[in-house]
């Protein structure tokens, strides 16, 4: 079973600080990784893809990948209260086209 | 826009009284996924279209059925819906390539009286 995993949370940071995300994937083969922001009762949005190691950024988010240590992160700088969201971590294998979602990590900003 | 279309938003039905999703893209994308997601949950592949190949996951219930007439519509039959199988429906659509996302339409709400 490939596996994605993310602390469930409630993460809690206060308005202005850096929220740090985190994500492990058990398939060692994965070749591309999603950050998907879920507001409640509605759809996953795409907020970052990542598809080799290192950092990218984009705005005030930040995806780091290690595949070494299948590992994936999602920084999010100068948090807002409109961030408060549940974040799913999204990997797709070495084959096929479906996403293996994680549980995603609920995200309290706070004012 | 191109985007992903569900109808209805919400759905209430019967216990047992079958039921159709739709999801339309305007993307022009190769694969359509259906997606359940139950409170808490992460998204639950059911299926996915590549074209017209159907590709059914292994632990998804016969009682779900898709169609997929042409490039632009998908539909989810649930032909018999238990109190289980309330939940929020996703439709995704992607280009083929490893490195594509998906995107997702807005979600429809089943709930089973």
């Known amino acids: 079973q490939k596996e994605v995993e993310q602390n469930s949370g409630p993460l809690s940071v206060p308005e202005g600080a850096i929220a740090s995300l985190n994500c492990t994937y058990s398939d060692r083969g994965s070749q591309s990784f999603f950050w998907y922001r879920q507001y409640s009762g509605k759809s996953p949005e795409l907020i970052m893809s990542?598809?080799?190691?290192g950092d990218k950024e984009d705005g005030r988010f930040t995806a780091q990948l290690n595949k070494a240590s299948q590992y994936v992160s999602l920084l999010i700088r100068d948090s807002q209260p409109s961030d408060s969201a549940t974040y799913l971590c999204?990997?797709?294998?070495?084959?096929?086209?479906?996403?293996?979602f994680g549980k995603g990590t609920s995200l309290l900003v706070t004012p | 826009d191109a985007m992903v279309i569900q109808n209805p938003r919400y759905q209430v039905t019967q216990f047992g009284k079958p039921v159709t999703l739709s999801c339309s893209q305007t993307l022009n994308h190769n694969v359509m996924y259906w997606y359940q997601q139950k409170s808490s949950q992460a998204p639950k592949l059911l299926f996915h279209?590549?074209?017209?190949?159907?590709?059914n996951e292994a632990d998804t219930p016969d009682n779900f059925q898709s169609r997929r007439p042409n490039t632009s519509f998908c539909f989810l039959d649930i032909r018999s819906p238990g109190l289980g199988d309330a939940a929020m429906y996703l439709c995704?659509?992607?280009?083929?390539?490893?490195?594509?996302?998906?995107?997702f339409g807005d979600g429809t709400r089943l709930s089973i009286l």
């Open positions: 995704a659509t992607s280009r083929v390539g490893g490195v594509e996302p998906q995107h």
């Open positions: 279209y590549y074209d017209k190949d159907f590709n």
């Open positions: 990542i598809y080799s190691n």
């Open positions: 999204a990997v797709r294998g070495k084959t096929g086209y479906a996403l293996n």
